[in-house]
């Protein structure tokens, strides 16, 4: 039997001066929500590649949203097994 869940990223940026922010939310098909945010910030001698603070920017929000996720299974698994769930990625 195939299950298909769906859930949705979406993900935002904003650039100010020498600083790159990406805002990422993840919604769960059962609605529930994790945002993340992540941070670039360009050495001012550097010269502007508004790309590469983006992907470094997403990248931090990103690992930032898998922490969450994987600390929300564990208490998922926690809550199910009344043992402590030890998940790392």
């Known amino acids: 039997m195939e299950t298909i ?3 949705s990223i979406e993900m935002e940026f904003r650039e100010i001066d020498a ?4 805002d990422v939310r993840l919604r769960m098909h059962d ?3 994790l945002a993340a ?5 360009r050495n ?3 010269r502007r590649q508004q790309r590469v603070g983006e992907e470094v ?3 931090r929000a ?3 949203l898998a922490e969450q996720l994987l600390g929300k299974a564990g208490d998922d698994i926690k809550e199910v097994m009344h043992e402590d769930a030890h998940l790392s990625h």
């Open 5 to 7: 869940v769906d859930c």
């Open 19 to 22: 600083t790159t922010q990406a």
């Open 31 to 33: 609605g529930s929500q």
């Open 37 to 41: 945010q992540g941070i670039a910030n």
């Open 44 to 46: 001012p001698d550097d």
């Open 57 to 59: 920017a997403a990248a």
């Open 62 to 64: 990103l690992n930032g």
